[in-house]
C-alpha cells in the first residue's frame, strides 16, 4: 500500500495508546485529561439540546465561519475578534491550532514547540510535513532565552504556545514572559499561536491576561489565539474557536472549508442556548471549586511521598518530578498492575520517542472524585515504594 | 503576512459565493444543494436529541474512530465494513474525501477528477498541493476511455469519482462502467475514492451497487467508499463515514485524529437513535416521493422551454444544457435580477476559472416546494427570453 509519507511520519500518540489500558474494569485513571461526569452541567445541557432541536438553523447548512449566534455569544463570553480581526468556530481548539499551523507553514517549513510538548501537536505536525524545533521555557527570570534562541537557530514560520496551565507541565507565563514572547515574535516576524484552552479552569486567582490580548500593547506582534467549549462546557460538543487578524482566520477557514466544510450545526445551536442559559458562572464556579479540592488532595498525598509538585493555578494536571531513583516508564508498569493509570513524562518528550522527563509523570486531577484520587494515589504510592524494593 | 502557498493556492469556492445572493429576501434558489426544511423529519430528530442528551457518552471524549454504536448503525443501515476492512465516521463525506486525498496523495502528486467537477474537491486538493487531472466519463458505450487517458498520462495516486447521481452532472454509472473503472485501477495499481452521499435517494429503481461491493468481483481493485448523513438524515449533523481496506483507513483515522481529534459525540449519539427509531424507512420514502415530485416538476418546465435534460435517477440535480444560444454566465445575472439563483456551469469547470460548460447550468430540484419549483422555472424561463430578444 502506497500511502502518503506525511502520514507515515505521523508518531503513535502515546496518550492515545493508554486508551486500552483505561477501559480496563478497576482502572483508576490519572493518565487522561477527561473532565469526569459531574464536572458537565447535565441538566443545563440537556435544556439546551432540546430547545435547539426547535431551532430551523438546527439540521441544516450553515456558515462555514460558524453559527453567527454562536460567535457573538463566544465574544460575550471568552473575547471577541480583535479590532480588524475575525473569530471562526472550529472542531475544538485542536483544529483551531492544525488550521492555524496549516496557514501559516508550508509542508518542509520549521514550527517552534515547547518542551515538554502535548503530543496530539506533534502529530499534526507531522500530518502537515512541519519540521519542529523544542523551546525550554523555563523559570521566569530566564526570561523565555530558550524562544529567543530557537528563534536564532532556524527559520520558523510559527511558534506554538500553551502558556496558561500548560499540557502537561500545568505552568503560566508571567505577564513579564508574556510580554518578552511577544516582543521576541514582532521582532522576528513570526506570528504565534496561543493554545488557550483552560483559561477558564483557573483554580485560584484568575490568570494573566492571554498573549492575544497583550498583543495590542506590542506592535508587530501577531497573535492566533485559540480557545474551547472542551474544558468548561462539555468536551462531546466538540467546539471551539480562533481570532485573530482577519487575513490569517480567512485563511483558516479556507483551509477547514475544503476540510470538512463548516462546524457542527446542531452541536453549535447547543452550545448557544448553554451560553446563553444563565448557568454558566454557576456550572463553573462548582466546577472551578470541585477541581481545586481534587487537585489539593492529589497533591498533598503525592508531596508527603516524596514527589516535587511545581506551583499549577489551574487547569487539570499535576507534571510532578518523581522522588529520587524513580522511573516514569518503570513505574507506569507497576502502577498499572496496581490499577492506576499515569502518563509518564517521556509521552511529553521532544523530540518524540526519546526517554526525556522520565523523571516526571503527567496526572490530571479533573477526572475522579476526591476519594478516588486519594484512592489512585495511595495505589500509585505504595507501587512506586514496590518499585524500590 | 507571510501565509502558506497552499492556502492562497485555494480557488474561490463558486457556490459558497453564491449565498450573498441566496439571503436576497424573495430570491428563489436553485442553486445550492440544500435539502428544504420540510425534507427533515424534525419530530424524529427531536426526540433523538433528547435521547441522546441523556446518553452517559453524549457529552464527553470518544474514539477517534467514531461511536461503536454508531459505526454498527451504519453497517446496518448502509454497508459495513468489508472483509480486511475499516469504516469510521467522519465530518461529512467531504472530510471522508480530504482525509482519502491526503493519506494516498502526498503534497505535488497528482489525482484524477472527472468533468464536470463538484469544486469543493479543487479546494480540498489545492489545500493538500495536489495536481489534479480531469477525466470524461462520457456516454456509456465510451466504457471510461477517458479514464483510461487520464491514467496512461499521468502518475496518479489516486482517482476520484461520484459515480452515483453525480453532482453537478446527475448521471449513474452502469454496471459495466463501474466494472470497467475497478478494472483500471486494478491495472494501474490506483486506489479509487467514491464518494457516494446520494445513493439513499434513487427516485425510481435503486442504483447499480456500488463500485466498493463491486470491488470484490476484481482483484487488485482498491476502493475507498465516502458516505454521508447529510443528505438522507440531516446536513446540520455533520456526520458522514468512510469505509475501505484497513491500511488506507487506519492512515485517514491517523490524520484525522491530528486534525481535530474525533467526531462529534453528541451528534453522534443523535444519530444512532435516529437510524435506530424505526422512522428512516418511511422518512426515506417521503423524502423520494417529495424530490421525484419537484424533480419532475422543473424537469417538464425545463424541457417545455427548449433545456435538453440528461437522464438523473436520483439525488438532487439537474445539469440540463441550456437552448440553443444561451449561455449561462449571462443567464445567471438576468435571472438574479429576476429573484431566481441558479449555478452557472463554469462553477464545475475543470481547470478551474476556465468557461467550459457555459452551455448547462445545476439546478438542485430538492430545496423547493413543487409550487416554488414551479415559480422558479417560470422566472428562469421568463429571464431567458428576455436575454434573447
Known sequence: MNLSPLVTSIPENPLRALFPYAARPGMLNLASGHPSRDAYDVQGLEDAAAAAARDPGAWTYGPAAGDPGLIEAIGDFARPAPPGGKLIVTSGAQQAVELALRALAPPGSEVLLPEPIYPAILSLCASAGLRVRGYAVGAEDTALDGLAAALRAGNARAIYALPTYSNPGGETWSQSQRLRALTLCAEAGVPLI??????????????????????????????????????????????????????????????????????????????????????VAGHLERVRALY??????????????????????????????????????????????????????????????????????????????????????????????????
Open 194 to 279: 496561543e493554545d488557550d484552552p483552560y483559561r477558564m479552569l483557573h483554580l485560584d486567582s484568575p490568570p494573566p491576561p492571554s498573549l492575544a490580548e497583550l498583543a495590542a500593547e506590542v506592535p508587530g506582534a501577531c497573535v492566533i489565539h485559540a480557545g474551547s467549549l472542551s474544558k468548561f462546557v462539555a468536551p462531546g460538543l466538540r467546539l471551539g474557536w480562533a481570532t485573530g487578524p482577519t487575513p490569517i482566520l480567512q485563511a483558516m477557514q479556507d483551509l477547514r472549508q475544503a476540510a470538512d466544510l463548516q462546524p457542527n450545526s446542531f452541536a453549535q445551536r447547543v452550545a448557544v442556548h448553554y451560553l446563553r442559559s444563565g448557568r
Open 292 to 389: 481545586a479540592a481534587r487537585k489539593a488532595a492529589l497533591s498533598d498525598a503525592l508531596h508527603t511521598a516524596g514527589f516535587t509538585i511545581p506551583q499549577t493555578g489551574g487547569g487539570m494536571f499535576l507534571f510532578p518530578r518523581l522522588p529520587e531513583g524513580q522511573q516514569a516508564r518503570a513505574l507506569f508498569d507497576r502502577a498499572v498492575a496496581a490499577d492506576v493509570l499515569i502518563a509518564p513524562g517521556p509521552a511529553f518528550a521532544l523530540p518524540a520517542g526519546t526517554s526525556r522527563f522520565d523523571d516526571r509523570a503527567r496526572l490530571c486531577f479533573a477526572g475522579l472524585s476526591e476519594d478516588l484520587i486519594r484512592e489512585a494515589a495511595a495505589r500509585l504510592i505504595a507501587a512506586m515504594e514496590r518499585t524500590a524494593a
